[in-house]
Protein backbone atom coordinates (compact mmCIF):
# COMPACT_ATOMS: atom_id res chain seq x y z
CA UNK A 1 0.00 0.00 0.00
CA UNK A 2 1.47 3.34 -1.44
CA UNK A 3 2.78 5.61 2.00
CA UNK A 4 0.41 9.19 1.75
CA UNK A 5 2.51 12.23 2.62
CA UNK A 6 0.38 15.19 3.22
CA UNK A 7 1.97 18.66 2.30
CA UNK A 8 1.18 21.77 4.73
CA UNK A 9 3.31 24.16 2.91
CA UNK A 10 5.90 24.51 0.41
CA UNK A 11 7.60 27.44 -1.44
CA UNK A 12 10.98 27.88 -3.00
CA UNK A 13 13.27 27.12 0.24
CA UNK A 14 11.13 24.54 2.26
CA UNK A 15 8.37 22.27 2.46
CA UNK A 16 6.55 21.41 6.14
CA UNK A 17 4.43 18.32 5.97
CA UNK A 18 3.35 15.49 8.36
CA UNK A 19 5.53 12.63 8.63
CA UNK A 20 3.49 9.37 9.13
CA UNK A 21 4.37 7.18 12.04
CA UNK A 22 6.71 3.99 11.25
CA UNK A 23 8.29 5.43 8.32
CA UNK A 24 11.77 6.66 8.85
CA UNK A 25 12.46 10.52 8.92
CA UNK A 26 15.83 9.15 6.78
CA UNK A 27 17.03 5.69 6.00
CA UNK A 28 18.80 4.77 2.94
CA UNK A 29 17.73 1.42 1.45
CA UNK A 30 14.15 1.66 3.32
CA UNK A 31 10.93 3.93 2.80
CA UNK A 32 12.00 7.02 4.51
CA UNK A 33 10.32 10.76 4.01
CA UNK A 34 13.28 12.23 2.24
CA UNK A 35 11.88 9.49 -0.72
CA UNK A 36 8.86 9.69 -0.11
CA UNK A 37 8.74 13.67 -0.48
CA UNK A 38 10.86 13.79 -2.96
CA UNK A 39 8.64 11.54 -5.32
CA UNK A 40 5.63 13.44 -4.09
CA UNK A 41 7.01 16.64 -5.01
CA UNK A 42 9.53 15.83 -7.51
CA UNK A 43 12.43 17.81 -6.45
CA UNK A 44 15.14 16.71 -3.89
CA UNK A 45 14.88 17.63 -0.61
CA UNK A 46 17.15 17.73 2.45
CA UNK A 47 16.44 16.82 5.97
CA UNK A 48 17.20 19.46 8.46
CA UNK A 49 15.81 17.57 11.57
CA UNK A 50 14.42 14.19 12.74
CA UNK A 51 11.54 12.28 14.07
CA UNK A 52 11.66 9.00 15.77
CA UNK A 53 10.89 6.08 13.50
CA UNK A 54 7.32 5.65 15.70
CA UNK A 55 6.57 9.39 16.03
CA UNK A 56 4.35 11.46 13.72
CA UNK A 57 3.53 14.76 12.84
CA UNK A 58 5.41 18.00 11.82
CA UNK A 59 8.22 18.14 9.92
CA UNK A 60 10.43 20.13 7.70
CA UNK A 61 12.40 19.87 4.77
CA UNK A 62 14.61 22.38 2.70
CA UNK A 63 14.33 21.97 -1.17
CA UNK A 64 18.15 23.86 -1.94
CA UNK A 65 21.51 23.02 -0.49
CA UNK A 66 21.43 27.19 0.49
CA UNK A 67 18.01 26.94 3.02
CA UNK A 68 19.20 23.37 4.35
CA UNK A 69 22.43 25.33 5.55
CA UNK A 70 20.25 28.31 6.54
CA UNK A 71 17.74 26.01 8.42
CA UNK A 72 20.20 23.88 10.50
CA UNK A 73 21.77 26.94 11.19
CA UNK A 74 18.47 28.26 12.99
CA UNK A 75 17.83 24.94 14.65
CA UNK A 76 21.35 25.29 15.78
CA UNK A 77 20.69 28.59 17.36
CA UNK A 78 17.46 27.14 18.96
CA UNK A 79 14.82 29.22 16.46
CA UNK A 80 13.02 26.42 15.55
CA UNK A 81 10.20 25.90 18.29
CA UNK A 82 8.88 22.52 18.57
CA UNK A 83 5.72 21.11 20.42
CA UNK A 84 4.47 17.54 21.13
CA UNK A 85 1.62 15.38 22.30
CA UNK A 86 2.22 12.37 24.25
CA UNK A 87 0.42 10.08 26.43
CA UNK A 88 2.20 9.14 29.60
CA UNK A 89 2.27 5.34 30.87
CA UNK A 90 1.51 6.44 34.37
CA UNK A 91 0.30 9.85 35.71
CA UNK A 92 2.69 12.98 36.57
CA UNK A 93 3.37 14.10 39.53
CA UNK A 94 3.08 16.91 39.05
CA UNK A 95 0.33 18.64 36.45
CA UNK A 96 2.64 21.10 34.60
CA UNK A 97 6.60 21.47 35.13
CA UNK A 98 9.86 21.67 33.59
CA UNK A 99 12.23 19.32 33.50
CA UNK A 100 16.30 19.57 33.41
CA UNK A 101 18.54 16.28 33.31
CA UNK A 102 21.94 15.58 31.77
CA UNK A 103 21.72 12.64 28.96
CA UNK A 104 23.77 10.17 27.97
CA UNK A 105 23.93 8.78 24.80
CA UNK A 106 25.02 5.56 23.97
CA UNK A 107 25.11 5.32 19.78
CA UNK A 108 25.93 1.48 20.42
CA UNK A 109 22.03 0.59 21.74
CA UNK A 110 20.49 3.20 20.36
CA UNK A 111 19.73 4.72 23.70
CA UNK A 112 19.85 7.49 25.72
CA UNK A 113 20.19 7.53 29.85
CA UNK A 114 19.47 10.36 32.52
CA UNK A 115 23.11 10.58 34.67
CA UNK A 116 23.95 12.60 37.51
CA UNK A 117 27.27 14.23 36.40
CA UNK A 118 28.81 15.81 33.00
CA UNK A 119 31.38 13.76 31.23
CA UNK A 120 32.35 13.03 27.85
CA UNK A 121 29.14 12.55 25.07
CA UNK A 122 26.77 14.34 28.70
CA UNK A 123 24.60 16.80 27.26
CA UNK A 124 21.89 19.22 28.85
CA UNK A 125 18.49 18.35 28.17
CA UNK A 126 15.12 20.83 28.99
CA UNK A 127 11.90 20.24 28.70
CA UNK A 128 8.40 21.75 29.52
CA UNK A 129 5.35 20.24 29.80
CA UNK A 130 1.56 20.64 30.75
CA UNK A 131 -1.10 17.69 31.25
CA UNK A 132 -3.83 18.18 29.36
CA UNK A 133 -6.31 14.81 30.72
CA UNK A 134 -5.93 12.13 32.46
CA UNK A 135 -8.05 8.60 31.90
CA UNK A 136 -7.41 5.04 33.43
CA UNK A 137 -3.88 6.13 34.80
CA UNK A 138 -2.78 7.76 31.18
CA UNK A 139 -1.97 10.65 31.03
CA UNK A 140 -2.11 13.02 27.76
CA UNK A 141 0.35 15.76 28.03
CA UNK A 142 1.77 19.02 25.67
CA UNK A 143 5.74 18.81 25.57
CA UNK A 144 7.67 22.14 24.44
CA UNK A 145 11.12 21.32 23.75
CA UNK A 146 13.93 23.88 24.81
CA UNK A 147 16.97 21.53 23.87
CA UNK A 148 16.41 18.98 20.86
CA UNK A 149 18.57 15.29 22.17
CA UNK A 150 18.40 12.07 21.05
CA UNK A 151 15.03 10.55 22.54
CA UNK A 152 14.69 13.45 24.75
CA UNK A 153 10.86 13.30 25.75
CA UNK A 154 10.79 9.65 26.01
CA UNK A 155 13.71 9.13 28.30
CA UNK A 156 12.98 12.49 30.68
CA UNK A 157 9.64 11.04 30.87
CA UNK A 158 10.83 7.62 31.57
CA UNK A 159 13.22 8.58 33.85
CA UNK A 160 10.31 9.73 36.22
CA UNK A 161 8.47 6.98 36.15
CA UNK A 162 5.98 7.53 33.47
CA UNK A 163 7.59 6.23 30.38
CA UNK A 164 5.29 7.33 26.83
CA UNK A 165 2.98 5.07 26.25
CA UNK A 166 3.96 1.73 23.80
CA UNK A 167 7.21 2.67 24.51
CA UNK A 168 8.61 -0.15 25.36
CA UNK A 169 12.75 0.82 24.78
CA UNK A 170 12.05 3.01 28.04
CA UNK A 171 10.03 0.75 30.23
CA UNK A 172 6.24 0.79 29.39
CA UNK A 173 4.70 -2.49 28.80
CA UNK A 174 1.56 -1.37 26.71
CA UNK A 175 1.66 -3.64 23.85
CA UNK A 176 -1.35 -2.17 22.40
CA UNK A 177 0.08 0.56 20.40
CA UNK A 178 3.33 1.96 19.58
CA UNK A 179 5.10 4.86 21.20
CA UNK A 180 2.88 7.31 21.55
CA UNK A 181 4.35 10.87 19.96
CA UNK A 182 3.06 13.33 17.57
CA UNK A 183 4.80 16.65 16.61
CA UNK A 184 2.18 18.28 17.14
CA UNK A 185 3.92 22.14 15.92
CA UNK A 186 6.65 23.49 14.27
CA UNK A 187 7.11 26.77 14.00
CA UNK A 188 10.11 29.52 13.17
CA UNK A 189 11.26 32.65 11.78
CA UNK A 190 13.07 32.32 8.52
CA UNK A 191 14.07 35.15 5.92
CA UNK A 192 12.45 38.05 7.69
CA UNK A 193 8.64 35.65 8.02
CA UNK A 194 7.03 34.02 10.87
CA UNK A 195 6.11 30.18 9.81
CA UNK A 196 3.95 27.94 12.18
CA UNK A 197 2.37 24.32 11.24
CA UNK A 198 0.35 22.18 13.06
CA UNK A 199 -0.69 19.14 13.01
CA UNK A 200 -2.68 16.27 14.80
CA UNK A 201 -2.44 12.41 15.52
CA UNK A 202 -5.59 10.35 14.38
CA UNK A 203 -7.86 10.89 17.45
CA UNK A 204 -9.76 8.08 16.95
CA UNK A 205 -7.43 5.70 17.12
CA UNK A 206 -5.64 4.26 20.81
CA UNK A 207 -4.51 5.76 22.83
CA UNK A 208 -5.08 9.49 21.52
CA UNK A 209 -9.24 8.01 21.69
CA UNK A 210 -8.94 8.02 25.60
CA UNK A 211 -8.56 11.92 25.45
CA UNK A 212 -11.04 14.56 24.62
CA UNK A 213 -9.48 17.06 21.82
Not at 10 to 23: E, H, S, Y
Not at 65 to 88: C, D, F, N
Amino acid sequence: METTIDILFKNGAFAACVKPPGVYSQNEGAEDMVRLLSDRLGCKVYPVHRLDVETGGVMIFALSPSSAAGLSELIVRGGLSKEYLAVTDGVPAEESGVYEDLLFRDSRRNKSFVVDRERKGVRRAKLSYETLGVNGGKALVRVELCTGRTHQIRVQFASRGTPLLGDRKYGSRERGCKTALWSRRVGFEYCGEKYSFESMPDVSAYPWSLFSF
